[in-house]
Each structure stands twice: as C-alpha cells, then as structure tokens.
C-alpha cells in the first residue's frame, strides 16, 4: 500500500507564508504527477496545482505568482510554498499523487489533508 502524509498546515496572517510537504511511502517504483488540491468549507474541491516527474508545473489562475510547487524525486515528496496568502487561501490542502506500484500497476491516491488558516 501506499500512504501519503501532509504537514506544515496552520494560522498564518494575511500576507504571510507557509510551506507544506507531502511525503509518499509504501510499495513506491516511481511517482508520475503530483498535485495539491484544497477545499474550502462549502466550497467543491480545487485543484491548486501540479507537477510532473520532470518538473512541469501548472497552477490554478487564483495561485499564480504567488504559489510555487516543487517535488524531491528521490525522497517522494511534494512541496507547496505559498506566498502572500489571502483570507480566501483558507482552506484544507490535500496532495495527490500517480504511484506506480509496479511496472505495470498504477494508483492514485490521496493524503488526509492540511488545515490552512489565514486570518488577521
């Protein structure tokens, strides 16, 4: 199995930073893309942004400038570094990762989610 573990979530004020991490372990071959979603308290989840094995990013047009996601191949994990944050960042992050279990076996899978709070 495989399991993915956010940390680095908490209160940050307006304009502040924060960056989290997500780390897969378990039966891991490889990892293909890799994303941050996150879900506001009413709200559908949003994707946040992605990233593939070689490093191509995209982001979602709300987080752009401001957000930056990188990735450590060899340590399986994902990064959000999230700049001037906004009262609307709040919300609980989520990574999301294409873990080839084999060469032939690929899952998605999901970690339990951070909690970003920005408030003044």
């Known amino acids: 199995q495989v399991q993915l573990v956010e940390s680095g979530g908490g209160l940050v004020q307006p304009g502040g930073s924060l960056r989290l991490s997500c780390v897969a372990s378990g039966k891991i071959l490889s990892i293909s893309a890799m994303a941050w979603y996150r879900q506001a308290p009413g709200k559908e989840r949003e994707l946040v942004a992605t990233i593939t094995w070689g490093g191509g990013t995209n982001y979602a047009d709300s987080v752009k400038g401001r957000f930056t996601i990188s990735r450590d191949n060899a340590k399986n994990t994902v990064y959000l570094q999230m700049n001037s944050l906004k009262a609307e960042d709040t919300a609980v992050y989520s990574c999301?990762?294409?873990?080839?279990?084999?060469?032939?076996?690929?899952?998605?899978?999901w970690g339990q989610g951070t909690q970003v709070t920005v408030s003044s």
């Open positions: 999301n990762a294409d873990v080839f279990t084999s060469p032939i076996i690929r899952g998605n899978y």
